[in-house]
């Protein structure tokens, strides 16, 4: 069976039938999404998306907002980007301080972060890439806390990360921000089906 890379509005819901069903719909995705969670150091956090959490995320929006059909060519274009499709993994990346001072300052020291963002498999580097069209460091140099981060894998990369037990690490190496974590195996190998 092959994943699907691309949300068609066929595949919508009509949102009476969202609702009926939303509490199961939810309750299932998040105990699939606690594989695709990784803390990495203290404040940052990656949700790695794919075809189901974004699916998820469109019929949220259209739930939530109650736009319409007209409301739907926006959402598929803004989460259609954030599928993996094929040889790639995406994460959305969260900074999170609770505290609004600190996390000012904090985000203040991290312009750049979005391009040191890394997947090390087999002792190979593959370097995060911010989604083509979001600036998320200001022109003073100030971090946004929230960056979509794509990670093109070459052939031998991904399948390193196919097999079962592979050692992949996850990091930041930025100045401001150096941590970096080992994917836990549950992890690795949800992650694994992402991918071709």
Request: one cysteine or more.
């Amino acid at each position: 069976m092959s994943t699907k890379r691309c949300i068609e509005p066929a595949d919508i819901l009509a949102m009476d039938l969202y609702a009926r069903e939303r509490k199961q719909l939810r309750g299932a995705l998040v105990a699939k999404k606690k594989f695709r969670r990784v803390e990495v150091g203290p404040v940052a956090t990656f949700y790695f998306e794919n075809y189901e959490t974004m699916w998820h995320q469109v019929h949220e929006m259209l739930f939530i907002e109650k736009g319409g059909e007209a409301q739907v060519p926006d959402e598929l274009g803004a989460y259609n980007t954030l599928i993996p499709q094929g040889r790639e993994l995406v994460a959305t990346v969260m900074f999170e301080i609770d505290d609004p001072e600190r996390r000012k300052t904090f985000l203040a020291r991290l312009g750049g972060v979005e391009h040191a963002m890394f997947l090390e498999i087999a002792g190979q580097r593959a370097m995060g890439q911010a989604e083509d069209d979001l600036d998320r460091t200001n022109a003073e140099g100030k971090a946004s806390s929230v960056h979509f981060i794509h990670f093109p894998l070459t052939e031998e990369q991904a399948a390193a990360f196919k097999a079962p037990g592979a050692r992949v690490l996850l990091g930041i190496e930025h100045p401001g921000y150096g941590h970096m974590t080992v994917l836990p195996e549950a992890t690795r190998a949800a992650l694994a089906e992402d991918l071709d």
